[in-house]
T-cell receptor
């Protein structure tokens, strides 16, 4: 079974600063993918970034990057130069190769960007 | 137009009523999913379908049923709704090609059962 843990229920960051949202995972499957989704107050789920377990480099997508530490089983999301529009709930999710493409989600982190 | 469309967007109903939530997609994906989101618990999988003839239970299928009417349509039913099924429901789709394809979500259905 897979498990995702997000230990920060809420985070605050000043506009234009960087912020790291923590995610740790547990799986016995050697092949897996890690995803981050953003959920604004309007409710939709927006895909942000993906990291594969065999990827040699950390994933980056614009202002989003993923600090992937495989030995520690962590996949932290880094948002650089925070903007007010980044205020949202952020979910880490994992999909293992043996899981029939099921996503296991963490409980989320509510990020608030302060002006 | 949205690639994954859920109807209705909001629904308030009474205990014991039968409710159907519908999902349609234009992405051409074979795989479709229904999730439920409760505050503080993230999203949990209710049912998933790999194609029209393949339906599988997820983590929390009790009290729910599904129907895959076509590749593009996947419906979730609550046969006799109860208040603890009040939640935000999401439909999602995914491609079959490898782990690096994200699931694409609809905008969700807010369901309140009184």
């Amino acid at each position: 079974a897979q498990k995702i843990t997000q230990t920060q229920p809420g985070m605050f960051v000043q506009e234009k600063e960087a912020v790291t949202l923590d995610c740790t995972y547990d799986t016995s499957d050697p092949s897996y993918g890690l995803f981050w989704y953003k959920q604004p107050s309007s409710g939709e789920m927006i895909f942000l970034i993906y990291q594969g377990s065999y990827d040699q480099q950390n994933a980056t997508e614009g202002r989003y990057s993923l600090n992937f530490q495989k030995a520690r089983k962590s996949a932290n999301l880094v948002i650089s130069a925070s903007q007010l529009g980044d205020s949202a709930m952020y979910f880490c999710a994992m999909e293992a190769s043996g899981s029939a493409r099921q996503l296991t989600f963490g409980s989320g982190t509510q990020l608030t960007v302060l002006p | 137009d949205a690639d994954v469309t859920q109807t209705p967007r909001n629904r308030i109903t009474k205990t014991g009523k039968r409710i159907m939530l519908e999902c349609s997609q234009t992405k051409g994906h074979d795989r479709m999913y229904w999730y439920r989101q409760d505050p503080g618990l993230g999203l949990r999988l209710i049912y998933y379908s790999f194609d029209v003839k393949d339906i599988n239970k997820g983590e929390i299928s009790d009290g729910y049923s599904v129907s895959r009417q076509a590749q593009a349509k996947f419906s979730l039913s609550l046969e006799s709704a109860i208040p603890n099924q009040t939640a935000l429901y999401f439909c999602a789709t995914s491609d079959t090609t490898g782990l690096n394809q994200p699931q694409h979500f609809g905008d969700g259905t807010r369901l309140s059962i009184l």
